[in-house]
């Protein structure tokens, strides 16, 4: 591997120097040393890709159970750092200060449950997918059906937000039409996602990894230095920022440091930005909590992050890869905030402008007059976020759809050759759709992701938590719940696009209040797993070799 | 049925292996930990909250009635233009709301500016407002020179202090359209928008710094994701210890 990074490197040297000059403008034209940066990663992620390609259809859907913990941690970093949490958490905190903080607890808290909850106990069923799992354990063929559309309508909205984001790094380094971007840059991952499979995922993934968070990083300590803030840990120095934000920065004390538009480092007192639930903000506690808990049992009904540990060889591997892929999650969650609380201080005047909220974190950099060249390398750190857990969607997508819908349904016969063929025209077919779904602009990227947190809490996650810790739980009971759960989906998810589209239904602001497309989960995963318990009650109990699987197999 | 049948149940609050027992145990505790401190916490935060304007919403308290009946003295004139330019300074207002706020701080303005001060100030307003639509970027010579100008011009009528970061702002909230009326329909949108974005939900856990951070921040954003990575790895270190103790093979 080595004979062939080092040579593009010192190739692209020379490139890269000269295009340290470049211009420092937010918005518009082609930017060189970025655009290289982006083009050198993405070479080296298809480079891995190739060198550690799936060779069958085992490779393609676990890798082959040959990944180590630390190295499963990272792979599970990776995957969940997305442009969500590259992008999104920093945009929702910018402009709704505390109310943002609901997105980092949610997306992290939900691991702990994860782990305590199921993580040992799915490697210890033994299945490849999510929907292996529902038709096996509420042993319909039916149900596996339905959980593999799940798995690919919640890969393909969490693909939503992440092709967005795709979208909008592209359309800043090349300075072309987003519509544009989105399309090139679909069409880039798809082709890596295609090449590599899951094995060469997840050996990118670790590359990716480190890409990721040191990209994320090494703009903070410079902001933090030169800012004159505690830049040795910026995940704590960023506190005085927040403080600073809330009582405000006399131009005096600003102590003649200008962002990169020439204004003083100076803000009016803004304590909306960090007080909780601030009416300002427009969001109010309710919110909050509803979606804290809905990323929760979303993160643990994730058919992507489930499927993580079906690739470490044992249980016991599994959880602690948990433990590791948090810990690699956390080192970029305790760092985003500081990315808001920064572009806050450097966009203070309104003279910057409205800044789209889902690139603040690449503007706060350029704000904060940084070399255009580590400025590049954060918006590629971006797109490599997004690229990283699009190809694990997709990976997730396309192994329901030819794994469990077309195999283990429609064509059981099939061979080898065929099932990985049908899983790259999975593939295929779900990018063309992400990318034409993306191209409306349905909304942030950390709520267009979010709202498939809300899907998966409200139907995979109470058939995971049930089916693992109550062998009562039934086919009937599993039916009741999905359609409980998926009613709920469908009602809010209904009246998110057409208010996005402007079209008014009746009770839209009561549904809108109540059951927000990212957090309808609040009520709907309780409501699918009460109604998976009493019917379940009420039907003939669950076939004794399963609870006997259950019993020996899985808790014993 | 099979009397065997009954002996393959297993449930979270009814255990029946071993394994599961240990588990369950472990996992109540955890959660218990887990929900208290995340929403608990939360919870805690609503609870003893109240609602404390910022010193701009008092001075402003002080003052709106007698600028609702135009008996306003200078200086008072000049506090409601600062409030009115704190909140825009915020950068968070709706566009109707950043109309009504640009009207208070130009009528303002206008109403303080004795006459040589009022030709200079209209003339200025509208120059600058005709090279904005006109420039392609703010670094522009000319741009920044007529802003500058602006801003020192409505600063000195205003009575800002010269580190004051809202003198930096006045230039961009001048409408030279707006000068001359305080609106009604603007005097109404008033006290809601001072109200929503100059009173915020505080408490002692807001007020308390540590590290640098309001305390609550701190709690969410840094110390609940060490709790978590923390309460992951208790998990696996007591299953392990567990495991090995019952000789559990995986």
Redesign the interface.
């Known amino acids: 591997m080595k004979k062939f990074i080092l040579p593009i490197i010192l190739l692209l040297t020379p490139s890269l120097l000269f295009a340290a000059g470049a211009s420092t403008q937010l918005e518009g034209g082609f930017k060189v040393g970025p655009a290289i940066i982006l083009i050198t990663i993405l070479c080296v992620f298809v480079l891995v890709g190739i060198f550690f390609r799936a060779k069958d259809t085992a490779d393609f859907y676990a890798a082959g159970r040959s990944i180590s913990r630390v190295g499963s941690g990272m792979a599970i970093a990776s995957n969940w750092m997305s442009a969500a949490s590259f992008l999104g958490m920093a945009a929702i905190m910018y402009g709704s200060g505390y109310h943002g903080l609901s997105y980092v607890v949610g997306w992290t808290g939900g691991y702990v449950l994860l782990l305590i909850l199921m993580a040992g106990q799915i490697r210890k069923y033994g299945k490849y997918t999510a929907a292996d799992f529902i038709g096996d354990r509420y042993y319909s063929q039916g149900l596996r059906a339905v959980g593999a559309i799940i798995a690919i309508l919640i890969s393909i909205s969490y693909c939503v937000g992440q092709f967005g984001g795709i979208g909008l790094m592209f359309k800043w380094i090349l300075g072309i039409d987003y519509t544009w971007a989105v399309i090139i840059g679909g069409t880039v991952v798809l082709a890596y996602t295609l090449i590599s499979g899951m094995l060469g995922v997840t050996k990118n993934m670790q590359i990716q990894y480190v890409i990721i968070i040191i990209s994320f990083l090494i703009p903070l300590f410079i902001l933090s230095f030169k800012f004159d803030y505690f830049w040795l840990l910026p995940q704590i120095g960023y506190g005085s920022v927040v403080s600073d934000i809330v009582s405000g920065v006399n131009i005096s004390e600003a102590n003649h440091m200008f962002n990169a538009l020439g204004h003083e480092f100076a803000i009016v007192p803004s304590p909306e930005f960090a007080m909780p639930w601030d009416p300002a903000t427009g969001q109010t506690f309710f919110q909050w909590m509803a979606i804290a808990f809905s990323l929760m049992v979303g993160t643990a009904g994730l058919p992507h992050v489930i499927q993580r540990f079906y690739v470490v060889p044992k249980a016991r591997d599994a959880r602690w890869s948990v433990v590791w892929g948090l810990f690699f999650i956390c080192i970029l969650y305790w760092s985003a905030p500081a990315y808001s609380a920064f572009g806050k201080m450097l966009s203070a005047n309104p003279e910057v402008g409205k800044l789209a909220k889902d690139a603040i974190v690449v503007y706060t950099a350029q704000l904060g007059n940084i070399n255009s060249l580590i400025v590049g390398l954060l918006a590629a750190g971006a797109v490599s976020a997004a690229f990283s857990t699009v190809s694990g969607l997709l990976v997730a997508g396309s192994s329901a759809f030819a794994h469990d819908l077309y195999v283990k349904i429609i064509n059981p016969e099939s061979s080898p050759k065929k099932q990985l063929f049908m899983a790259r025209l999975g593939t295929i077919v779900m990018s063309i759709i992400v990318t034409a779904i993306a191209l409306l602009k349905l909304g942030l990227i950390a709520q267009l992701v979010a709202v498939a947190f809300s899907l998966a809490g409200c139907t995979i996650f109470p058939l995971f938590l049930l089916g693992i810790w109550w062998s009562g739980s039934n086919k009937q009971g599993a039916i009741a719940g999905l359609i409980a759960g998926g009613l709920v989906s469908i009602i809010s998810i209904t009246y998110f696009v057409a208010g996005a589209k402007g079209f008014d239904l009746p009770a839209a602001a009561f549904v809108t209040k109540w059951l927000g497309a990212w957090f309808f989960a609040w009520i709907g995963a309780p409501l699918a797993i009460i109604t998976n318990i009493v019917v379940s009650k009420l039907t003939p109990e669950t076939p004794l070799e399963i609870r006997k699987f259950l019993v020996l197999n899985v808790h014993s | 049925m099979?009397p065997?049948?009954n002996?393959?149940?297993?449930?979270?609050f009814k255990?029946?292996?071993v394994?599961?027992k240990l588990?369950r145990n472990?996992?109540i505790k955890?959660?218990l930990v887990?929900a208290v401190a995340?929403?608990g916490f939360?919870y805690l935060?609503?609870v003893i909250?109240k609602p404390t304007p910022?010193?701009?919403y008092t001075n402003y308290e002080k003052v709106w009635e007698n600028i609702l009946s135009e008996n306003a003295s200078t200086e008072q004139m000049q506090i409601f233009a600062h409030t009115s330019?704190?909140v825009?300074?915020?950068?968070?207002c709706k566009p109707n709301e950043k109309e009504a706020l640009n009207n208070a701080v130009s009528w303002v303005s206008y109403q303080l500016a004795d006459s040589s001060q009022k030709e200079q100030l209209l003339i200025k307003t509208k120059e600058f407002e005709n090279l904005k639509t006109e420039i392609t970027?703010?670094?522009d010579p000319q741009y920044?020179e007529l802003k500058n100008s602006l801003s020192e011009l409505g600063s000195n009528i205003l009575g800002l202090q010269?580190?004051?970061?809202?003198?930096?702002?006045v230039s961009?909230?001048l409408v030279s359209s707006e000068m001359e009326l305080f609106k009604a329909e603007n005097k109404e949108l008033i006290p809601a928008i001072m109200?929503?974005?100059l009173?915020?939900?505080?408490s002692f856990l807001?007020d308390f710094?540590?590290?640098?951070?309001?305390f609550?921040?701190?709690y969410?954003?840094?110390f609940?994701?060490?709790l978590?990575?923390f309460?992951?790895?208790l998990?696996?270190v007591r299953?392990?210890k567990m495991?090995l103790r019952l000789d559990?093979e995986?």
């Open positions: 099979d065997n049948q002996d393959y149940h297993i449930s979270f255990p029946t292996t394994q599961a588990n472990l996992a955890l959660i887990w995340i929403f939360q935060l609503k909250e910022e010193v701009a330019l704190s825009l300074g915020k950068g968070f970027s703010i670094s920044i010269s580190n004051d970061p809202r003198t930096k702002i961009l909230e109200s929503t974005y009173i915020h939900n505080q807001t710094k540590f590290l640098g951070f309001p609550h921040y701190f969410t954003a840094v609940l994701l060490v978590f990575v309460l992951c790895w998990y696996c299953i392990d495991y559990i995986e």
